[in-house]
């Protein structure tokens, strides 16, 4: 019986669909004794915006240079500004992105056969403000996203509903996290509130990486509900703008330190 889900969310930019296969092998290398008795499922939403993005940039790309750089800024700010701008609407990107979300839910739900377990979520860059945003929305229910009104966009009872809202999420991993650029400029910044009494939310940051940032001092709710983790995911990367460039942004999951903790979790929400 599996008695841990684990699930990742993707970040910025072009991202593959297998995009977390090297994170899978790591861990089920590493935990291979308990391995069945773990779940894992990947949430999947760039498909939502890739074809379009890829269609503006190469339609830019003989008035441009420096296209290595502007296509990583363009697919990956573009996905930030596609999905925060449709918010308020019914059917736009930013309910799209979360029935991505509910739909690896919803499989993972179904693969449990409605028992019980533990949920540990590792969300990469733009990743952690798609989850908290769901997860905000969940706590917060009629506002915005697919729990303005769950029923219209699932059938499902209270029980699996409870599921969806992430009532179960005993680990929240954000890597490379851009949770400050969205809410910088609010006067009065909030955090989820925690979903179960034993959560914890570890959040890896490089000082180097432009793209990821501390959260903690983000205000004081912040402060007491997560623990930043500083990371040196560009060491040993050498070239251009090394110390933030997209190969140390995208490094987190492969850093000893992040495996190390995450794997440390996993074997903690097993016992």
């Not at 700010?77 to 690896?104: C, K, P, T």
């Not at 500083?230 to 330190?257: A, E, K």
Request: glycine letters at 8%; proline letters at 5%; a negative charge.
């Amino acid at each position: 019986m599996s008695k841990v889900a684990v699930v990742t969310v993707h970040g910025m930019g072009n991202t593959p669909e297998n995009y977390a296969d090297e994170l899978k092998n790591k861990l089920q290398a590493a935990l291979a004794p308990e391995w069945n008795q773990i779940l894992f499922q990947s949430v999947y939403y760039q498909n939502l915006l890739q074809s379009n993005q890829s269609r503006v940039f190469e339609a830019m790309e003989r008035h441009i240079s420096g296209k290595e750089l502007r296509e990583f800024l363009l697919y990956g700010f573009s996905d930030a500004a596609s999905l925060e701008s449709s918010r308020g609407e019914v059917n736009g990107a930013y309910v799209q992105a979360q029935l991505q979300v509910i739909d690896a839910l919803r499989q993972v739900y179904a693969k449990l056969g409605g028992q019980p377990a533990k949920v540990v979520i590792i969300a990469q860059s733009l990743g952690g403000q798609v989850l908290s945003n769901y997860i905000w929305d969940a706590q917060h229910p009629g506002r915005s996203g697919v729990w303005r009104n769950i029923t219209e966009y699932v059938n499902a009872d209270a029980h699996e509903q409870a599921f969806l809202s992430l009532g179960s999420l005993y680990r929240l991993f954000t890597t490379g996290c851009n949770i400050p650029i969205f809410v910088a400029g609010h006067g009065n910044i909030q955090p989820i509130a925690p979903p179960t009494a034993d959560f914890r939310w570890f959040n890896f940051y490089d000082a180097d990486d432009v793209l990821g940032w501390p959260l903690q001092p983000l205000s004081a709710p912040y402060e007491k509900l997560v623990q930043d983790i500083p990371s040196n995911v560009g060491q040993g990367i050498q070239g251009w703008l090394t110390s933030w460039n997209p190969l140390s942004h995208g490094n987190y999951w492969s850093d000893r330190g992040f495996l190390e903790a995450l794997i440390t979790e996993i074997r903690r929400a097993l016992e």
